[in-house]
């Protein structure tokens, strides 16, 4: 049986997933009917066009790698693989770094709303490192690992 925590953070890494997805469609084909219409406009668009179409491809292109690696870490998670585990747990240690220096940035800079946010975001990178280092859920990954007869 799944515990509700590893189906609380795989479910996330699957909706991050989603949204990635849904910007890099966005990406290419926001930037496609942009450079249609600025094409439409010889004098000003004619020159943008084929920039615009390209930048709107290497956007999705870029979006959607970030967006497979989140949709097959969070289904594996889901599935209990240890290798799920470990990656989704160096990536929110990255995150924690990534919000620590966040934090300290907009603590400099007197922006609050940064502050909140780079607090919350902290917050929940720390809570994944704390919660997938238990030993009991360690174990749940390591019990789900087949054995290999030798």
């Known amino acids: 049986m799944r515990p509700v925590g590893v189906t609380l953070i795989g479910g996330f890494e699957l909706f991050i997933s989603s949204l990635l997805l849904v910007l890099a469609i966005t990406a290419f084909l926001g930037f496609g009917v942009l450079s249609a219409i600025l094409g439409s406009t010889a004098r000003i668009g004619g020159p943008a066009m084929p920039f615009l179409a390209g930048a709107g491809i290497v956007t999705g292109c870029i979006v959607l790698v970030p967006s497979a690696l989140f949709g097959l870490l969070g289904w594996n998670l889901l599935r209990m693989?240890?290798?799920?585990?470990?990656?989704?747990f160096v990536l929110a240690v990255l995150g924690a770094v990534g919000a620590a220096l966040g934090l300290i940035s907009a603590i400099a800079h007197l922006r609050p709303f940064f502050i909140m946010?780079?607090?919350i975001r902290l917050i929940m990178n720390l809570a994944i490192i704390w919660y997938l280092n238990q030993p009991q859920i360690r174990?749940?990954?390591?019990?789900?690992?087949?054995?290999?007869?030798?």
């Open 117 to 119: 946010a780079t607090t």
């Open 81 to 88: 693989k240890e290798w799920a585990r470990m990656a989704t």
């Open 139 to 150: 174990q749940l990954f390591n019990r789900s690992r087949p054995v290999l007869n030798r």
